[in-house]
């Protein structure tokens, strides 16, 4: 998790299967999540969270951008 390269706030990159044995020549697969819940979410414009009152559950999905998530 860091805050590099063309980014306004912290977040984490996570490519486990790609199309290509390259780093940086392979495109990353859509991973669907077991399970997560999506707790608030991230506003790109103005640089801000919104944190909901309780999470929101979410199972064998995957998880859309800009969103605040925790895992089991």
Do not use: C, W
Not at 23 to 35: A, K, N
Not at 43 to 68: A, C
Request: proline fraction near 8%; hydrophobic fraction near 35%.
């Amino acid at each position: 998790m860091g805050n590099t390269g063309n980014s306004d706030a912290p977040h984490l990159h996570v490519q486990v299967i790609t199309d290509n044995p390259a780093v940086l020549g392979g495109e990353g697969y859509p991973i669907v999540y077991r399970s997560f819940n999506v707790t608030g979410r991230f506003d790109e414009d103005t640089i801000t969270g919104t944190f909901f009152s309780k999470p929101i559950p979410q199972q064998d999905r995957l998880m859309e951008n800009d969103v605040v998530v925790s895992l089991p």
